[in-house]
């Protein structure tokens, strides 16, 4: 069964860095693109980036370009999205999500990992 | 980047049948078929049901079909049913992804 589990919920301050994880199981790792999408409170998706654990390629939206770091440890199955400085408008749902055997879509997600950055 | 523009809302009676519509605001070659769709009910995660355009994942209703014409994309729901409120969400690829802004079904 093909499962991404990731980290726990975080709370920080503004400036903090983060990462959080999302660990792959069920499906030969290395060969499927790993996503990550941010929901905002009562928002919709927003695509931040991917990253293909096979050969660490990792693309990213304008939008969150310069913004986060998309990386993958493949010994362990896990992918990363990390920040270096917080701010209060990182406070999302963020979710890691495999990209399907067809380039269009993402066939299975994580559970999301919810970040709060407040003072 | 082409953004993609669905309607806030659409709502429809148990039985009946809804189409939300996923415009790209700029034409890229290739789109009309990278088009994905994603149903996410309240507090829940996102959930594949429509990919390249018209193909369902193992698993998914036949209630549910998808379609394009031109620039614009469909998800079509038949026989409508309470647990198919939710959110729902068309996303394309055209060298990079993203998404639209979301539809909020309720069935009334």
């Known amino acids: 069964e093909v499962q991404l589990v990731q980290s726990g919920a975080e709370v920080k301050k503004p400036g903090e860095s983060l990462k959080i994880s999302c660990q792959g199981s069920?499906?030969?790792?290395?060969?499927?693109?790993i996503a990550w999408v941010r929901q905002m409170s009562g928002k919709g998706l927003e695509w931040m980036g991917i990253?293909?654990?096979?050969?660490?390629?990792?693309r990213y939206s304008p939008s969150f370009q310069g913004q986060v770091a998309i990386s993958v440890d493949k010994s362990i199955n896990t992918a990363h999205l990390q920040w270096s400085s917080l701010k209060a408008s990182d406070s999302a749902m963020y979710y890691c999500?495999?990209?399907?055997?067809?380039?269009?879509?993402?066939?299975?997600w994580g559970q999301g990992t919810l970040v709060t950055v407040s003072s | 980047q082409s953004a993609l523009t669905q309607p806030a809302s659409v709502s429809g009676s148990p039985g009946q049948s809804i189409t939300i519509s996923c415009t790209a605001t700029?034409?890229?070659?290739?789109?009309?078929?990278?088009v994905s769709w994603y149903q996410q009910r309240p507090g829940r995660v996102p959930k594949l049901i429509i990919y390249?355009?018209?193909k369902r994942p193992s698993g998914v209703s036949d209630r549910f079909s998808g379609s394009k014409s031109g620039d614009t994309a469909s998800l079509t729901i038949s026989g409508l049913q309470v647990e198919d409120e939710a959110d729902y969400y068309c996303?394309?690829?055209?060298?990079?992804?993203?998404f639209g802004g979301g539809t909020k079904l309720t069935v009334l």
């Open positions: 999500a495999r990209g399907g055997a067809s380039v269009d879509n993402f066939d299975y």
């Open positions: 069920g499906y030969s790792f290395t060969k499927y693109w």
């Open positions: 990253v293909f654990p096979g050969d660490s390629d990792a």
């Open positions: 700029s034409s890229a070659e290739g789109y009309y078929n990278l």
């Open positions: 390249e355009g018209t």
């Open positions: 996303c394309s690829y055209t060298g990079t992804w993203v």
